[in-house]
């Protein structure tokens, strides 16, 4: 059976002839418009919906989404609801008269203040101490040290520690008589430094700073040596070309370079400072004392020891709109950069 060249060419033809048809007469529907719109066009805006990802994934995202806008952010409005009313949790709240009374109480109320005051150092120092330590430990561990799998482990190992377990191990650290620190203090002759480091309230709040610390410094470090591994060597070398020591080319060239780290351990950090209540509960309980009181503590403190649910309501949302200021810029910034 021999090939007609002439066979295959008169195929072609064809089909080209008959697409061409389909073509026109395509068009010629999207030529008759009913109602504003073709058929084909409001066809083809369905089809494209219908077919679209958002629409695809319908059964996996909106499950969790109608849970997370009851449970969590229905949660925080009907707190906020809570916080206008004057209600003692001993029967159903009234929400006839909504004011701000519980807020413009907050100033004058000097355990607040003091709450208040409180959870903002601990928000500022322990950030700022555990950057910096993280920074320190990140550019000492980049100098391809031996045994850096081992030093990286040990020191982001306390993280993974909670709070209430470091709670503990902090409060044996602590002790005045049988405390670790007291005890290698009084070894070396420097008893004149021992102290009731959480009993005295001068210490309290540096006490937890410090512990706090410890255990999320590691955290920091992570983050910057990833950051530094990323730099080029190229940096590296073109400062040192130019006569740069050590201490000014990490100032003034890779530092600068580190400011996505920074931003972005900086916001963990303090989210985990503001949610420090289970390491100052587990510590001193309830009533820590107005140098160490935090606004969770006594968010937990007014509602359910005191029974005054609208007090505590209006601190929690302080506290929320604490943790919005601190998201929130970081979640812009993320937008505007295109990550999000």
Do not use: C
Not at 27 to 37: A, H, K, L, M, Y
Not at 287 to 309: H, K, Y
């Amino acid at each position: 059976m021999g090939f007609d060249i002439r066979r295959l060419f008169d195929r072609i033809r064809r089909k080209w002839s008959d697409d061409a048809s389909a073509d026109v007469n395509r068009s010629d529907e999207r030529n008759v418009r009913t109602d504003g719109g073709t058929t084909a066009e409001r066809g083809g805006r369905f089809s494209r919906l219908r077919h679209s990802d958002a629409v695809q994934a319908l059964p996996f995202w909106l499950p969790p989404a109608l849970l997370m806008g009851l449970f969590v952010y229905g949660a925080v409005g009907w707190n906020l609801l809570i916080s206008l009313t004057d209600w003692s949790g001993l029967a159903q709240p009234e929400y006839t008269d909504l004011t701000f009374e519980m807020y413009a109480q907050m100033p004058g109320d000097a355990s607040f203040v003091a709450a208040f005051r409180n959870t903002v150092v601990l928000l500022v120092a322990f950030t700022v101490v555990a950057l910096a330590i993280g920074l320190v430990l990140a550019i000492l561990v980049d100098q391809n040290i031996r045994f850096e799998n081992t030093v990286r482990t040990i020191y982001l190992l306390p993280m993974a520690l909670s709070f209430v377990v470091t709670a503990i191990f902090w409060s044996w650290m602590y002790n005045p008589s049988t405390g670790t620190i007291n005890v290698v203090l009084s070894g070396i002759g420097l008893d004149f430094l021992t102290m009731d480091w959480i009993g005295d309230p001068r210490t309290r709040l540096a006490a937890i700073i410090f512990a706090l610390t410890w255990q999320f410094s590691g955290y920091a470090m992570v983050v910057y040596l990833a950051a530094l591994r990323a730099i080029p060597d190229a940096h590296y070398e073109a400062a040192k070309v130019d006569g740069a020591s050590s201490i000014r080319m990490y100032w003034r060239v890779i530092v600068p370079q580190l400011s996505a780290a920074t931003t972005s351990a900086a916001v963990v950090l303090m989210v985990f400072a503001l949610k420090a209540f289970d390491f100052i509960y587990v510590m001193f309980g309830t009533n820590p004392g107005r140098s160490a009181d935090i606004l969770a503590v006594m968010m937990f403190r007014v509602a359910f020891s005191r029974t005054e649910w609208a007090y505590g309501a209006a601190i929690a949302t302080v506290l929320f709109l604490m943790a919005l200021a601190v998201v929130g810029p970081y979640l812009y910034m993320q937008y505007k950069r295109g990550d999000l």
